[in-house]
């Protein structure tokens, strides 16, 4: 393997890695938009293919490409050292996603410049074995750039900060810069290149710690400081201190809840857990899909009867922020808890005779990227079978219609309270004295939920065990400008067509109707 | 053939902006057979290139043995590749089905093993065609600098494609269709363009 090949290794390797860190940093901005990953991956790929285009000019002069490559590279490292800085502007406003789209081409161009100078400098030009020589390095970065998204992806984002992951492909570009400059054929213009290089880098440093995470980090409209951030391979997670009341967890940059199970200021509105068990005669066995903030967790340890709990959380750095908090930290070490770190939806297939009384879902917003797995009409089938005779299915909707029309066609009962939609087979009916008594044997570990002055007629749990739920059917024959449908594995409803991203004006005529637009 | 790449510039193009519908809406029909955690993202991205690196080293090699049959391989890789596309998301929702109680490497392998045939041919094509310009005009970074370019933008403009418009017109297997159908129109194109009996 001579030099060309590991180069094109190595520029695979970076180029991939940078890739993963724009896509980290956008769908963090953006809050897990879906329309991100395509936007950055459209503007990478544009910023690929430029650099090849101006790659192979360079390859079209009689020029040093060894020179050339080592001073492009330079310049892709001090680029990638400015990145969080840049970032952590472009990526704040969208009237600034143009601008993000050139920075992310900048970024990937700077790179893909060597793509065809390391084929230039490694192939035979001539012969029989043309092809093979041009495959051996196009395989080198190929190599690459597989190991560039198994690395960065699996290991480095697990053991450093993004930034500092951007920090790290910055000084590989760098080093790799010097490699090729080392074999350039005038010491003189190399050592001048690699001296106004190393200087402008360190120049810049004052730029190069920026913070982009915590400038980029949603601290909701009064600004509240932040008191933990988690970053780790799976996503990023951070906390809030509001001026009053519980901190409140942000997962992938969108509200989560708050930490705390107090009903007398209620800020997670457990109102809409509570009144499961004012429905349920004997919730003995509960599967919680998504743990968050632990609370909802809590509320359902606490329901009369519950025996064992299982939790299915796709990442354990929630485990992280709970232990920090000593109101539902308990949790973790509750024998009647079970938390698998797992995909719900896989974990859901694998355990097919694990079956339930109550199976909760206070996830996350409808629109994100690849909710459609928990909110389809294949995955809510799926929980039926997990369900315990007269057992409950909640689903938080976010305020989704088409997730109410999706349990309808799921559940032969359906009822909407609050944002929450209940589905079972059987009928779901309130009875408001038993509920009373169901709701004041309630705890939050050895304490009672619910205060006395609660089962008021103006108190929480009066009001929930006084509610009439709402059939679904009935709220959704109230005519909408825009009819909800079904959400399906392969129709993605709710993260495009019914998505949060809706189309300016001028273009409204390009898409389909969209509710929110109205 | 004068300038090769006036010809090939739009096949080319549109098979890189096919390649980038299957990479995205592929990646979404294996989330549901192995989930959307960091691992399941990984094994995916892996096994489209590992199916890349080994379709790059087998294409030059068989453009060196076949110098004279470079156009017809290209059709054979999108031909195959379209054919594929139209049966891939029965197959994938097969092999996710059967093996979901199968532990996690016996999934990546199986997925891989299914990849295989068209990310193979995806990956052959560049040093195919680089192979065969190379020989018409003597310059490894004209060529592959002029081929990646092309096909790179027409994979960015996929990209976009996929994400601000398809999506929202078409479910997943209809988007996959389409990419099909436009490898399928380009190897017709190959096929009429370059009469390959001729060849």
């Known amino acids: ?518 | 053939m004068n300038n090769p790449f006036r010809v090939l510039a739009v096949p080319f193009f549109a098979s890189g902006f096919a390649a980038l519908i299957y990479q995205v809406a592929w990646q979404r029909l294996l989330f549901v057979a192995l989930g959307v955690d960091i691992e399941s993202v990984t094994i995916i991205v892996s096994t489209f290139m590992l199916g890349l690196g080994i379709g790059a080293l087998a294409g030059g090699r068989l453009s060196d043995k076949l110098p004279d049959r470079t156009l017809e391989l290209f059709f054979t890789a999108e031909f195959l590749i379209g054919i594929f596309g139209l049966a891939s998301p029965h197959l994938i929702g097969y092999v996710g089905t059967l093996t979901i109680d199968e532990p996690r490497i016996i999934i990546a392998g199986a997925n891989f093993l299914l990849l295989l045939l068209p990310t193979t041919m995806m990956g052959a094509t560049l040093p195919i065609l680089v192979a065969y310009m190379v020989r018409s005009n003597g310059n490894v970074g004209l060529s592959i600098g002029g081929l990646y370019f092309i096909n790179t933008l027409g994979a960015s403009l996929g990209a976009l494609s996929v994400g601000f418009l398809l999506f929202y017109y078409f479910d997943l297997y209809i988007v996959i269709y389409l990419a099909a159908t436009i490898n399928l129109l380009v190897s017709a194109f190959i096929l009429a363009s370059f009469k390959l009996r001729s060849l």
């Open chain 1, 1 to 518: 393997m001579n030099f060309p090949w590991w180069l094109s290794l190595s520029v695979g390797f970076l180029s991939l890695s940078q890739e993963i860190l724009w896509v980290r940093l956008g769908a963090f901005a953006y809050g897990g938009l879906p329309h991100i990953f395509s936007f950055v991956l459209a503007s990478y790929l544009v910023g690929i293919a430029l650099g090849a285009h101006i790659g192979k000019w360079f390859c079209s002069k009689k020029m040093d490409l060894y020179l050339t490559g080592g001073l492009v590279l330079l310049l892709a490292g001090i680029f990638d050292l400015l990145t969080p800085w840049i970032s952590s502007i472009v990526l704040k406003r969208p009237v600034l996603l143009p601008v993000a789209a050139l920075a992310i081409i900048a970024s990937a161009a700077v790179k893909s410049i060597l793509f065809p100078i390391a084929h230039h400098l490694g192939s035979s030009r001539t012969g029989t074995k043309i092809g093979t020589s041009i495959s051996n390095v196009y395989f080198g970065n190929i190599v690459g750039s597989t190991f560039g998204p198994l690395v960065t992806g699996f290991y480095l984002l697990d053991n450093f900060t993004t930034e500092q992951c951007i920090i790290l492909v910055g000084i590989g570009s760098m080093l790799l810069g010097t490699l090729m400059l080392i074999q350039a054929k005038s010491w003189k213009q190399a050592i001048t290149v690699a001296v106004v290089g190393y200087v402008l880098a360190v120049t810049t440093m004052p730029w190069q710690r920026a913070g982009v995470i915590e400038k980029l980090a949603d601290r909701q409209n009064d600004n509240k400081p932040i008191r933990y951030l988690v970053e780790n391979k799976h996503g990023i997670l951070h906390t809030l201190v509001p001026a009053s009341g519980e901190d409140i967890i942000i997962g992938g940059n969108v509200y989560d809840g708050h930490v705390g199970t107090d009903m007398s200021s209620n800020p997670n509105h457990l109102e809409r857990a509570y009144m499961l068990a004012a429905v349920h005669p004997s919730p003995r066995r509960i599967l919680i899909v998504g743990m968050s903030t632990g609370a909802w967790t809590l509320v359902a340890l606490g329901f009369p009867g519950a025996e064992h709990v299982d939790v299915v959380e796709i990442n354990p750095g929630y485990l992280n922020i709970i232990k920090r908090y000593e109101e539902v930290s308990p949790l973790i070490d509750d024998s009647r808890v079970q938390i698998h770190i797992d995909d719900a939806r896989r974990w859901l297939k694998r355990n097919p005779t694990s079956k339930y009384d109550l199976i909760i879902q206070n996830t996350t917003f409808h629109w994100r990227s690849n909710i459609t797995s928990l909110v389809s009409i294949e995955y809510f089938k799926e929980l039926g079978t997990h369900l315990n005779p007269g057992g409950i299915v909640a689903v938080n909707t976010t305020g989704s219609r088409d997730i109410l029309k999706t349990a309808q066609a799921a559940f032969p009962y359906a009822y909407k309270f609050a944002s929450f939609v209940y589905g079972s087979f059987v009928e779901i009916k309130t009875e408001p004295a038993e509920a009373m008594r169901r709701l004041n044997d309630c705890k939050i570990g050895s304490t009672r939920a619910f205060l006395p002055q609660h089962f008021d007629e103006e108190g929480v749990a009066y009001q929930i065990a006084h509610t009439t739920l709402e059939p679904v059917e009935t709220l959704l024959s109230v005519t909408a400008p825009v009819s909800p449908a079904i959400i399906t594995d392969r129709n993605m409803l709710t993260e495009f067509r019914h998505g949060k991203l809706v189309a300016p004006q001028p273009l409204r005529w390009v898409y389909p109707p969209n509710p929110r637009a109205y």
